[in-house]
């Protein structure tokens, strides 16, 4: 094979390996607790991974995390940026979700009219 | 859809032996059943490393690593992690320090030192996918070399890079690259050594099963360094599954032309076939190895010539080490000033090594040359289990040697290992605790070469087997001073003049040993003794062997177990007079070495004793007779355990023996220094006295003050057992307030004088059983508060674990890392000013020795400071004799004939060895008393009886299930520090019989095919499945 043909497969493979990288920029915590999920998680979740893998971001990864607290604006999203102070978004769709990853996680500006609460690196 | 979550499975073999297929199997079942199939992967990964704790599932991206994981702990990590997003915390790794648990992989103590360059990939990638090899960077290296590199350049880097061969040698690579690569041949072959032979290394294992491209690579970029076209592994016969692994990794590399003709649209062609060993040791050495290559019996020949000139097919052949060509891609790809900037100065990079033996975290670990000995042992490997101490560390398998605990500060590299007598070899560490005979292992290893020698050259194949010889009479009890010799001699001629590697490494253990533990040859050869009481020859039970007095414990725990306590007794007094007191305070050397340990818990020999001793007082059992009176007269100065066994024994030989005590009370240390709570008065003057009956006299109020005088008054011999009675100090200044003592004198001041004042505050300087000891009485005498400042960790204090642990439940607080600088106060004490410490480099007895930390001044409010940092002997009385007094007032003593300098005084317990125990004074005692007896014309040693084992009344297997060890009462602790009456209670009569019948009888004789009887057959068998 090719040189070129190798890098190929490196990238192709990368994406797939990149849970395992460890070279994160963005973490994105959907709140699955019960609550959540009766408000619809699941498909945020879905959601994000999607819109993630088309647009072949490596070095953003989503998770999840149990009882958010705030049943009346779940689904709960947080946003957790190197650096960055912390958004949470509420109320959160499927649609809403691809909507953070491109405007939020690919060009930097926070979805305004969905953010419940920005909380400061340094005083959590 | 993407994935969410990256499960890692690892399969490498130690995890499979436990498993961890079944756990992979039950996941899918899981995630199919909860429907996550699709946002999870599961990945089969090579070996993570910390092999002690598989099944180990590592989940991906929070990096949060489970071990120990079972099928029934599978559902669970399911529903609740994956899906709900909630960690399952009881399947997470426990920090031993900070008690916390530790999620991320990386944080764990275990990883956070090592560096994986070699391992990289084992653990982290599937092995069966060359995709994910490529993935994560694979072949990119063969590309930059074949493409843009040319062969000079590419050895070039391999020489400045400084990766010396990893098989064990340590030849520089780079150098034997050039020499290959400047032979004029237009074939040439690269071998890769994977034959690992030696027992307890699976470094190159892990390596071929877990990333078998990472080899596959290393070798093609040398076959273009050197010019080789064709290239072969040789792998040991027994290693199935990396055979396995490395071939289907070869079918994909071909698939994808990485190897084959004209690799990267270049003109280099190479390709590898796989050989099989056939389980000869010796084929790990390389002319042996290319023998059997070739199809020839596996011998080596003399070099030169060396492979590189003529090898395989006398072809110019590169041999190197799996774990040699695991480094290559990473020098070609980031460049051999970044290796170099890794490790020491003369040993670059990073080394794989095997941790195994008696130490927490066994498996394989990764680190950078230069890493210290201690910090593998203790940071990485978790330190020696079950409260055991270290005593030495193996590297380097059969060719290696050991190391003691002095030299954990060495760092770890080629030369400062060699320096020691010891050698890198292929990775192989083996921690060995207290419990290892160090002639018996020299004896495993020379067994195991002396089997594996191919014969060809008379000192390995004759000399071997004589080495083997003499070990093996030496650890029956048939050694002599001769034979050591001998052995010596041998083992440098062999090494001398042996053909191969193999004879030349050999001797190595044997030297080594001798090296730092020719006491052990010597007690076996001339005490015919095993004082880790593992050549069974020696001694009657490890119970009896390791116990200072060398109690017949097998025959009196075995009458217990019958009921016959005052059979019990008769045993026990004919070695040791003092059941009532050692049923207390013994140290319990004995339970430290109990096999039943391996069920559950050793058994409660102290507290056994402490029945029986109980019943012997309330049954009045008196001792033997004395023996008829001979007329000679001994005098023994002092009436501490030394003093009393001794004229014990004497008397049973028909001396008159008179112990001279200066204090008002009889029992030395015992009396002064051993509060009542946990030895009570009447015990003490129980025992006291049935020694007195037995024809002993004491006479109290009687200080000794010119040994000269005894002679002068008809004694004719003279043991002195004055013990170390004066507390040591701290410098805490000049001139010190009222309130600080000694914990000599507050614990003497409580028994003799009946003082007691201590106010509400007390601070108590130290770490041993008298720290402890004057802590828990202070409490009890009133204090508010009691601190104990100690300037070690807390696991490194002496005191025994049981004493700090009924300490803390009184309310002691103990501060460890604290150590006293100075006191505070006017004309009596207010405060104790302490240093915070940190743990720094390791000191001779392989304790981290604490030094100032940055962390600022404390001052402990105290009323009262005791200072119980240790205890010195005086040696006036001998100094006045003309005897020779060491430091702390010791004096020395002929270890056989208990004799010091002048003829006709003896001296032994405490005041000869420091501060040590009851039970070691004792058995001074007895050897005082025979050696005595032969100074004055008697036969000296006690005439042998044959040992009768003691038969069981009671059906033996029903109580070799698992039965928990018995605890005797204890008094609640609120009001038992109200007062200094007993602590610990004792057992029921029917509790004593069962904990009893829980002895496995380790005296019994083995029958002719190996077991002592059905029991141990069986429970031989029983554990073999478990």
Redesign the interface.
Request: proline content about 0%; cysteine-free; aromatic content about 0%.
């Given at each position: 094979?090719?040189?070129e043909e190798?890098r190929k497969?490196?990238e192709?493979?990368?994406n797939?390996?990149r849970?395992?990288g460890?070279a994160?920029r963005v973490?994105i915590v959907v709140g699955?607790?019960t609550s959540g999920i009766a408000a619809g998680a699941r498909e945020v979740?879905?959601a994000f991974?999607?819109e993630?893998?088309k647009r072949k971001l490596t070095d953003v990864?989503?998770?999840?995390?149990?009882e958010k607290g705030l049943a009346s604006k779940e689904p709960i999203v947080e946003v957790i940026e190197r650096d960055r102070p912390k958004v949470v978004y509420g109320g959160m769709t499927a649609e809403k979700a691809r909507r953070v990853v491109v405007e939020h996680v690919i060009h930097g500006t926070v979805v305004e009219g969905d953010v419940l609460a920005i909380v400061d690196a340094e005083k959590e | 859809m993407a994935g969410r979550l990256d499960v890692l499975v690892c399969s490498g073999g130690a995890c499979m032996s436990s498993h961890s297929l079944e756990v992979k199997e039950e996941l899918v079942r899981q995630l199919e059943a909860q429907r996550l199939a699709d946002e999870v992967r599961i990945v089969e990964t090579g070996c993570m490393g910390p092999c002690q704790y598989g099944p180990l599932v590592l989940v991906y991206p929070e990096g949060v690593l489970y071990k120990n994981v079972a099928v029934s702990d599978v559902a669970e990590m399911v529903a609740e992690h994956f899906l709900k997003g909630r960690v399952v915390e009881r399947l997470l790794f426990r920090s031993e320090t900070a008690d916390q648990i530790v999620r991320e992989h990386r944080s764990i103590p275990f990883f956070e030192k090592q560096m994986k360059i070699v391992l990289a990939n084992c653990g982290a990638i599937n092995p069966e996918s060359v995709e994910e090899y490529i993935g994560a960077g694979g072949y990119e290296a063969l590309g930059k070399a074949v493409t843009t590199m040319t062969p000079e350049g590419v050895v070039a880097e391999m020489k400045a890079s400084g990766l010396r061969g990893r098989g064990g040698a340590g030849f520089p690579t780079g150098t034997k690259w050039d020499f290959v690569r400047r032979e004029a041949s237009p074939k040439k072959v690269v071998v890769c050594n994977a034959d690992e032979g030696d027992p307890g290394a699976f470094m190159d294992r892990a390596v071929l099963e877990g990333d078998p491209h990472t080899v596959i690579e290393g070798m093609a970029i040398a076959a273009y360094a050197v010019g080789a076209q064709r290239g072969y592994v040789y792998v040991r016969a027994e290693y199935p599954l990396a055979i396995k692994r490395l071939r289907s990794a070869l079918e994909a590399a071909r698939k994808l032309g990485l190897l084959g003709d004209r690799i990267f649209d270049t003109a280099f062609s190479f390709d590898i076939e796989i050989r099989v060993g056939a389980g000869a040791f010796v084929c790990g050495e390389e002319t042996a190895l290319l023998a059997s290559l070739e199809g020839r019996r596996g011998v080596p020949h003399p070099r030169p010539p060396y492979p590189s000139t003529s090898g395989m097919w006398q072809l110019p052949t590169l041999l190197n080490n799996v774990e040699t060509y695991a480094n290559v891609r990473h020098i070609i790809a980031r460049g051999s000033a970044w290796f170099a900037s890794i490790g020491t100065g003369e040993s670059k990079g990073t080394k794989v090594f095997a941790l195994s033996g008696n130490v927490r975290n066994t498996g394989l670990v990764e680190v950078p040359m230069g890493t210290t000995l201690g910090e593998l042992v203790y940071d990485i490997g978790g330190g020696v289990p079950n409260g055991k101490t270290l005593k030495a560390i193996q590297t380097g398998g059969p060719s290696g040697g050991c190391i003691p605990v002095q030299y954990l500060n060495t760092p770890i590299s080629y030369e400062t290992l060699k320096e020691l007598g010891a050698i890198v070899g292929s990775g192989g560490v083996i921690v060995l605790d207290e419990d290892t005979c160090m002639v018996n292992l020299a004896r495993y290893f020379v067994e195991f070469t002396a089997s594996e020698s191919c014969g060809q050259c008379v000192p390995c194949r004759s000399g071997l087997v004589r080495m083997l010889d003499i070990l093996d009479r030496i650890t029956r009890g048939e050694g002599s001073m001769e034979d050591l010799a001998l052995l010596e001699e041998l083992a440098h001629t062999i090494k001398r003049s042996s053909l191969c590697g193999l004879g030349q490494t050999a001797p190595n253990p044997v030297l080594s040993t001798l090296k730092y533990f020719r006491g052990e040859y010597e007690a076996h050869i001339r005490h015919k003794t095993c004082p880790a009481a593992v050549c069974a020859a020696l001694f009657v039970a490890p119970c009896e062997a390791s116990c200072p007095a060398h109690v017949d414990v097998p025959a009196y725990v075995t009458h217990l177990s019958n009921g016959d306590f005052a059979k019990a007794f008769d045993v026990h007094m004919k070695t040791n007079p003092l059941p009532g007191i050692c049923g207390r305070v013994c140290y319990a050397f004995c339970e430290t070495k109990c096999q039943r340990a391996q069920i559950e818990e050793s058994v409660a020999i102290r507290d056994l004793k402490r029945f029986m001793a109980d019943y012997a007082m309330e049954h009045q059992l008196a001792g033997p007779k004395p023996g008829a009176r001979n007329g000679k007269r001994v005098a023994v100065v002092g009436s501490g355990p030394a003093g009393l066994s001794c004229g014990y024994f004497l008397a049973q030989r028909g001396y008159e023996a008179v112990l001279f005590e200066a204090l008002p009370i009889a029992g030395g240390t015992m009396a002064t220094g051993i509060p009542a709570y946990r030895l009570p008065r009447d015990i003490l003057e129980a025992d006291i006295d049935r020694i007195v009956k037995t024809g002993v006299r004491i006479e109290l109020l009687s200080p000794v003050e010119d040994l000269g005088r005894l002679f002068a008054d008809g004694y004719e011999a003279v043991f002195v057992a004055t013990g170390a009675m004066k507390g040591q100090t701290v410098a805490l200044g000049e001139t010190l307030p009222r309130g600080v003592v000694t914990g000599v004198e507050f614990l003497k001041g409580i028994h003799v004088d009946g003082a007691s004042e201590v106010g509400d505050e007390v601070v108590v300087i130290g770490g041993g059983n008298s720290a402890i000891d004057s802590a828990r009485a202070a409490l009890r005498l009133g204090a508010k508060r009691v601190t104990i400042a100690y300037r070690r960790a807390k696991a490194d204090m002496p005191a025994s674990p049981e004493e700090v642990a009924e300490a803390m439940e009184e309310g002691v607080e103990i501060l460890d890392m604290t150590s006293p600088v100075g006191v505070v106060g006017g004309e009596r004490v207010e405060g104790l000013r302490c240093a915070s410490m940190a743990a720094g480099p390791f000191d001779a007895s392989g304790r981290r020795r604490p030094v100032p930390s940055d962390r600022p001044e404390i001052v402990l409010p105290a009323s009262m400071v005791i200072v119980a940092a240790g205890q010195e002997a005086t040696g006036e009385l001998l100094r006045g004799a003309g005897i020779e007094v060491a430091k702390g007032g010791l004096v020395a003593v002929d270890p056989v004939t208990m004799g010091t300098s002048r003829p006709g005084i003896f001296a032994g317990g405490d005041a000869t060895s420091g501060p040590a125990t009851v039970v070691e004074a004792i058995g001074a005692g007895r050897r005082a008393a025979i050696a005595i007896d032969r100074f004055l014309g008697g036969p000296g040693a006690f005439e042998p009886e044959e040992r009768a084992e003691v038969a069981t009344d009671y059906d033996e297997d029903a109580y070799t299930q698992e039965q928990a060890r018995a605890v005797p009462p204890m008094a609640e602790v609120r009001t038992r520090i109200r007062s200094f009456a007993e602590v610990r209670g004792r057992f029921a009569k029917e509790q004593a019989i069962e904990e009893a019948r829980r002895c496995l009888h380790c005296d019994r004789q083995q029958t002719e095919d190996g077991a002592c009887c059905e029991s141990s057959a069986s429970l031989a068998a029983e554990a073999k499945t478990r």
């Open positions: 094979m090719k040189l190798l497969i490196r192709r493979v990368q797939d390996l849970l395992r460890g994160t973490k699955m607790g979740l879905s991974l999607d993630i893998e990864i989503v998770t999840q995390s149990g | -």
